[in-house]
Nanobody, 120 residues
Framework: QVQLVESGGGLVQPGGSLRLSCVVSGIIFRVSDMRWYRQAPGKQRELVGSITVRGITNLTDSVKGRFTISRDNAKNTMWLQMNSLKPEDTAIYYC??????????????WGQGTQVTISS
């Protein structure tokens, strides 16, 4: 069994910051690419950004310069540092990862999501 657990969401005023965490736990042989998605009310889930095992990141244009993705492979943990937050960043943020529990098979897993609300 593999679980992804996000934390760090909350209510922040515009211009504020939040740091989300995603911890992968369970029977883990290796964690490959990890991603953050978000889903705003009434909208489709969108990819916020991704990070490879080597730490190469890619962010969607709307968050570039404001958000940063990082990870600690030894801790199977990924973070999303969000600065200069805007009301349009309000969404449920989900962690997604490609995980293998043995050398021969890979599966993708989702976290349960953490609510981020930007409002004055």
């Amino acid at each position: 069994q593999v679980q992804l657990v996000e934390s760090g969401g909350g209510l922040v005023q515009p211009g504020g910051s939040l740091r989300l965490s995603c911890v992968v736990s369970g029977i883990i042989f290796r964690v490959s690419d990890m991603r953050w998605y978000r889903q705003a009310p009434g909208k489709q889930r969108e990819l916020v950004g991704s990070i490879t095992v080597r730490g190469i990141t890619n962010l969607t244009d709307s968050v570039k310069g404001r958000f940063t993705i990082s990870r600690d492979n030894a801790k199977n943990t990924m973070w999303l540092q969000m600065n200069s937050l805007k009301p349009e960043d309000t969404a449920i943020y989900y962690c997604h990862a490609d995980v293998s529990s043995d050398p021969s098979s890979w599966y993708d897993y989702w976290g349960q999501g953490t609510q981020v609300t930007i409002s004055s």
